[in-house]
Structures are given as C-alpha cells and as structure tokens.
C-alpha cells in the first residue's frame, strides 16, 4: 500500500519537504498498476456520464486536471535528492527539469475531449514557470489546443485555497465542472469538483 507524505515539517524552522521517502521504501511497479486502475476508475465514469441524457444540458462542461504527479512525473527531480527535495528546491528547480509525462493520465485528458469536455489546468507551479510549463506539456504530448486555460499559483493564497477560488472563476463565468483529476486530495475536495478523480502520489502530500 503506498503512503502519501506530508510536505510540512513538525519542526516550524525547518524547510518543508516535498517529498520526504527514500527510493528503497516505494513500490514503483505498484504505483503505476495503481495509476492504470485510478485512470481506469475515471474512465468508467467517464463512460456513464456520456451515456446521461442531461449531460447536453451542461453549460459549458469541463474537467480541470492538477500537473505534477498527475499529468508530469516528477521523479527525476525527486530523485536528485534523494527523494527529500524541498518546497523551495521544487520552485527554483521545476522550470529547468524535464518532468516526463504519466501516460495514463495524458490518455485519460485526451479521452475526456473526445467526449465533448474542454479541459482546464491548475497547478501549484508559480506564476512566473507558466509558460515554461505549456512548454513542458507540449514536450510531452499535451499541446496548447488541449486545454482552455492554465493557470499557476498567485502565491496569495495555500495552493488549494487558489485552485478552489479558480474553481469559483470558472463557475461563475458559466462553467460545470464535470470532473476533478489530481494526485491530491486538497484538489478534490470542496465546491465545484465534479467527480474526483485521485491519482496516487507515493512521494508526498501537499498541505
């Protein structure tokens, strides 16, 4: 069973942790079969809400989808620090990564707009790494046409409090969140989600 990790240390002088498990204690093999069954999870949701007769009466449908350990792997950046890489490291260090993509999940967006939802991003990445991120994405086959908006942290609030306030935008402006797709559970909780959709994340949980 594969554990999440808190990001926030005990002690309040230290620096918080993003994720704070060494290589030798995860499951690798198992957390991709866990990644494969949570898509596959999604999918059949998916499925159901195309077969609803009302869904054509949804204004403007959509499903918001969280990056890193969601869309992109961070690993290799986890593991140049021995998988205890920090909030800050994360920050300074993301932009010049090459994150890979989670294929599952890039198959599980793609399949979402081929059944009439528009896709729209949220990350916890500064606002400053934005468009290097779309490049990030588009480097692994995630282009611009695919989704309707990214948007990055403002830094004014916690990083669930500014996904949830940009959830509120979007409904607001006449959207329906139809689905929620995140590695973190901060993401799926609350108003305007949809259908949670939680990926596993071995590596660390954001407060």
Not at 13 to 40: C, D, F, H, M
Not at 125 to 134: E, G, I, N, Y
Request: with cysteine; charged share 20%; aromatic share 6%.
């Amino acid at each position: 069973m594969l554990v999440s990790i808190s990001t926030m240390a005990k002690n309040s002088n230290q620096t918080p942790s993003r994720s704070a498990v060494k290589q030798s204690s995860i499951n690798l093999q198992a957390y991709q079969q866990e990644i494969a069954g949570s898509v596959e999870m999604c999918r059949s949701a998916l499925t159901h809400w195309q077969s609803k007769s009302t869904k054509k009466n949804r204004n403007k449908p959509i499903a918001i989808f969280d990056i890193d350990e969601t869309l992109l792997s961070n690993q290799a950046l986890m593991e140049k620090y021995n998988y205890k890489l920090t909030v800050d490291q994360f920050h300074a260090e993301v932009a010049s990564s090459h994150p890979v993509a989670i294929p599952k999940s890039r198959e599980l967006l793609h399949a979402m707009r081929k059944a009439g939802l528009e896709v729209v991003l949220i990350t916890g990445r500064k606002q400053r790494v934005c468009r290097k991120t779309a490049e990030q994405l588009q480097a692994n086959g995630i282009d611009a046409s695919d989704y309707i908006a990214l948007y990055c942290h403002n830094d004014n609030k916690r990083p669930a409090d500014y996904k949830a306030a940009v959830r509120q935008q979007l409904v607001d402006s006449g959207h329906t969140v139809i689905f929620s797709v995140s590695d973190q559970m901060g993401d799926l909780t609350g108003e305007h989600v949809g259908t949670p959709c939680q990926l596993p994340n071995p590596f660390y949980q954001v407060a």
